[in-house]
């Protein structure tokens, strides 16, 4: 980091926030210099050493507050669509579970949120984020599936009356009641011991699909067959033609096969048909149509590669010993290995 004015560690023409304020907010007047006695010069020099050991304190501490999250950043990528972009990495202290996105969606009646981001925190961002842009109440939570970074958020919503309906796919609650006591430890080993870390159960569940009416505005809830999970579920509004992918679709993020790879490549064309023009992914910035094509390719390649390996007769850890991921992803390290394994129980058997 630079520090260009060394009295505030920013632009004379900054507001604190970063934003560019009128010169006349902030200019600071020139002072006549006056000549110095021999004390003077050597008090002048101990301000400037104490200013110096100072401004890289202040300094410090803007790049620290720079570098933690803005857990309630939002940016509205169409008319009454608002989305929070998270990290593209795992849960831990420091990003406080802000590694996945969410959004939400103004009616003329009520607001609809989408996912909430995997801390007490990030959900507590989201409705200070809701409130921020409107006074309209929250009716309905949505979650794509129930992987923690995209449902722990839900937490910060339970004092809401009157309370919003919660919406997930119909097999959401038997893949949480599978893995809840596993999710908890995870996530308080990721976030801290003291974390809450309760997973919301969801009252409305979809099959097929389903419509939210938020007053002017139709969302459209489909659950979908095993792919990233076997309970994902997405929202479209029609009104800007948004679609919310969740984890169907991931950006730069490697994609997680944790449902079945053969099922996601099978849905993708489905997905790939729908009339949006722009996808809100689970992971990544916001794409369009073309998003889609890059995470093709790894699935593609994986199921390929597996299917070569198991042709040739090689075993589990081999394959997961030789098998790349196509080039450009973040979190290799964490993920690829894991998709390899996955990938060979399920094409193992395969027909
Ligand atoms: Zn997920």
Sequence with gaps: MTCPDRSTCRRPDQTRRGHVAPASQTRVSPTRARPLSPFGRVLRLAQRLACTVATVVAC???????????????????????????????????????????GFVVGERCVAVIDSGGSVDTGRALLAAVQAQTDKPICALVATHVHPDHTLGLQAFDALQPPPTMHAHKRLPAALAARKSTYETLVRRQLGETAPARIVVPQDLVEGSTQL???????????????????????????????????????????????????WLKQLPQLQAIDAARVVPGHGPVTD???????????????????????????????????PATPGWQLVEQYHRRNVTSAYAELEWAD
């Design 213 to 263: 009416d938020l007053g002017g505005r139709v969302l459209t809830l489909t659950a979908w067959a095993t792919a990233h999970t076997d309970h994902d579920l997405t929202v479209y509004d029609a009104k800007t033609r948004t679609l919310f992918a969740g984890d169907l679709l991931f950006v730069q993020h490697i994609p997680v096969v944790d449902g079945r790879l053969l099922g």
């Design 289 to 323: 149509a073309t998003g889609w094509q890059p995470q093709q390719a790894y699935l593609e390649a994986l199921r390929d590669g597996v299917q070569a390996a198991l042709a040739a007769g090689h075993n589990l850890a081999a394959t997961v010993e030789s098998l």
């Design 60 to 102: 410090h501490n803007v790049a620290a507050a720079a570098d933690a999250p803005d857990l309630g950043a939002v940016s509205e990528i169409a008319p009454g669509v608002f989305v929070h972009i998270g990290r593209i990495a795992q849960i831990d202290a420091d990003n406080r579970g802000d590694t996945a996105n969410w």
